[in-house]
């Protein structure tokens, strides 16, 4: 059985290249179960559309699996139908969430044969084992059950039972829905993704030939980032948000896993700084102390960065109404700094508490707040994004969220808000007639930084200018060069202000921090 894996561009010949952390899981645990496969890196290779047309001619494949996130629809459209053009008898998967969230529509506007819905990586080898011997995937449940979904105007997918986590192509028309797999519990089972599979040296050497780099301060001829994905899911649901894990537990590796992957990526690429990619990778006391001592205890003098609840240091009180003394919290984050960590990413997203709640996001302003000061006592760097355009914006609500980072002198990671499928917002946008059309609003949508739809009850123009207007008085009163105030890192033409030489005083201030973030500034951001 001949597989290909494709490894789409999110953003095709910028400075930065991100090693595919979910894709790099997935090729690694079907090679350990005996398959071979050939991976096209599109992203490595910045192959233009017509090299990837011209190998798709020239290979054939039994099975091209690709995935990406939602905000890819436009392209994995084009990808599958090409596929299904020029290789018509190969069989394509999806997965990640570009599929998962939306099946109904991708069945109707590509050609896709299979979509993988949530964890992938035991689906995938159970479907390719199926395909290699012959099998089948399921049956139909009789009589036929459709299965509800908030992606109006497109048929429902029918209830099927066989491998688990896939929706398939089944005769009669019919698009055959197996349901959820059960995540796997222990995270820790997974063997480390095998990075050896891909252009490593290409993913290092991007980001150093351009002067950037996705270290928080360090330059790129010191820091050799690296991502690890040390918790899958979240413990929240944000009527923002959907990742891939959406619907499974919050679980978090160990530490003593996690340090060996860190070691492992040290032996064998020299890797001195982790990203941890991850929806949320510490968000509680408890178990973020006990992470962090096993690091610190492991010595490893490495730098990382991590996401944390907005209020797992700023939260003055634990969910039971006992008090959360400030020194514990304060001890919390000196510990993150000691272990390495450079800076715990968390979000306002919004400084109204009103639109917080909108948002279900479970954090009020003032913890945000009191978690940057605590940070900043700490040395831990603070950056946040918010999210402007819920429908209960104002000019007050943006003034309010924009007042408070003035005061704690942080220059946000701006996007508005970008309805995704599966999300609460997404009901929204159906609900109330903002989204008519989901095939042509998900072609349409960029990144969140892009203006993709008002929901407000003010006009576009007043909304954008208003965003505009704040941030240029943020820029200007923090000394930012940046000429983008939203693109601030990542894109060709805003990373200008990033190519700047490392500032020795700027990593000093990692230990100890008592002046702002000054976002624009730091070499390496790329929100
Ligand atoms: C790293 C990251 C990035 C990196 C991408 C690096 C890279 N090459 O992967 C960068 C910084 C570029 C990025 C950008 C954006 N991102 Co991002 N990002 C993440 C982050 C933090 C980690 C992804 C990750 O590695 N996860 C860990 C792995 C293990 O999980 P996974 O990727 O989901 O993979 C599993 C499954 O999806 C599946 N799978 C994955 N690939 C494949 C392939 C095949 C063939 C199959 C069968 C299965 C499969 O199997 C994997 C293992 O079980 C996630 C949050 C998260 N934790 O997922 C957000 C996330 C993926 N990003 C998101 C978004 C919205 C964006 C932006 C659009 C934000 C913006 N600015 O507007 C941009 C995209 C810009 C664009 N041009 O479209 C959303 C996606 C939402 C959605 N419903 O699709 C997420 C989920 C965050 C969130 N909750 O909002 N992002
Ligand atoms: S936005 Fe963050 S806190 Fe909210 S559900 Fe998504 S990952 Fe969790």
């Not at 949530?118 to 080898?125: F, N």
């Not at 509800?148 to 688990?164: F, L, M, S, V």
């Not at 899958?232 to 679980?251: A, I, L, S």
Request: glycine letters at 8%; hydrophobic letters at 35%; one cysteine or more.
């Amino acid at each position: 059985m001949k597989i290909l894996f494709i490894n789409p561009a999110l953003r095709q010949g910028t400075d930065h290249l991100y090693l595919p952390v979910g894709l790099g899981y997935i090729v690694t645990y079907v090679k350990q179960h005996g398959y071979k496969f050939d991976i096209l890196d599109i992203d490595a290779g910045n192959y233009s559309t017509e090299y990837i047309e011209q190998y798709l001619t020239k290979n054939k494949y039994d099975v091209i699996c690709l995935g990406s996130i939602v905000t890819h629809y436009a392209w994995m459209k084009w990808a599958i139908n090409k596929i299904k053009e020029l290789q018509p008898s190969s069989k394509v998967i999806v997965g990640n969430s570009v599929g998962g969230s939306i099946p109904e529509v991708l069945f109707q506007t590509t050609k896709v044969d299979i979509v993988i819905y949530g964890e992938a990586e035991i689906t995938i080898t159970e479907v390719f084992d199926a395909i290699n011997y012959n099998k089948s995937f399921g049956e139909i449940i009789e009589p036929y059950v459709e299965v509800p979904h908030a992606n109006k105007g497109y048929p429902a997918t029918i209830k099927g039972d066989g491998i688990k986590g896939i929706i398939y192509r089944g005769g009669k028309n019919l698009i055959i829905n197996n349901g959820k797999r059960k995540a796997v519990k222990n995270i820790d089972d997974f063997p480390f993704p095998d990075w050896e599979l891909f252009d490593v040296e290409k993913y290092l050497k991007v980001g150093e030939s351009k002067k950037t780099s996705h270290a928080w301060f360090y330059g790129t001829d010191e820091a050799i980032p690296m991502p690890i994905n040390t918790a899958r899911g979240c413990v929240f649901k944000c009527t923002f948000c959907h990742y891939v894990f959406w619907h499974d537990p919050y679980r978090h590796r160990s530490a003593e896993n996690v340090i060996a992957e860190m070691k492992q990526l040290n032996k064998k690429y020299n890797a001195n700084f982790f990203n941890f990619w991850d929806e949320l990778s510490f968000h509680k006391i408890g178990p973020a102390t006990k992470f962090v001592d096993q690091l610190i205890d492991a010595d490893l003098k490495w730098h990382w960065t991590c996401a944390v609840r907005a209020d797992l240091m700023g939260k003055d009180i634990d969910p039971k109404g006992n008090p959360i003394p400030r020194e514990e919290r304060l001890e919390l984050a000196k510990k993150f700094v000691k272990a390495g960590c450079v800076s715990a990413g968390y979000s306002l997203e919004s400084g109204s508490d009103k639109i917080l709640e909108d948002m279900n996001k479970k954090v009020k302003s003032k913890y945000f707040k009191e978690q940057v000061h605590i940070c900043r006592e700490a040395g831990l760097i603070t950056n946040t994004s918010i999210i402007v355009g819920y429908p209960s914006e104002t000019k007050e609500t943006i003034a309010e969220t924009m007042t408070q980072l003035e005061e704690l002198r942080i220059y946000p990671s701006t996007g508005y808000l970008l309805p995704l499928p599966e999300t609460g917002m997404w009901n929204h946008a159906i609900e109330n007639g903002f989204i008519k059309d989901i095939d042509k609003y998900l072609t349409d949508i960029t990144e969140r930084q892009d203006f993709n739809l008002n929901m407000t009850k003010m006009t576009q123009k007043e909304l954008e200018e208003e965003t505009s207007k704040w941030l240029q008085q943020l820029n200007d009163k923090f000394g930012n060069p940046l000429k983008d105030l939203f693109k601030t890192g990542g894109e060709n033409q805003n990373t200008a202000h990033q190519v700047t030489e490392r500032d020795k005083a700027k990593i000093e201030r990692n230990k100890n921090v008592t002046e702002d973030l000054n976002y624009g500034k730091v070499s390496g951001t790329m929100r």
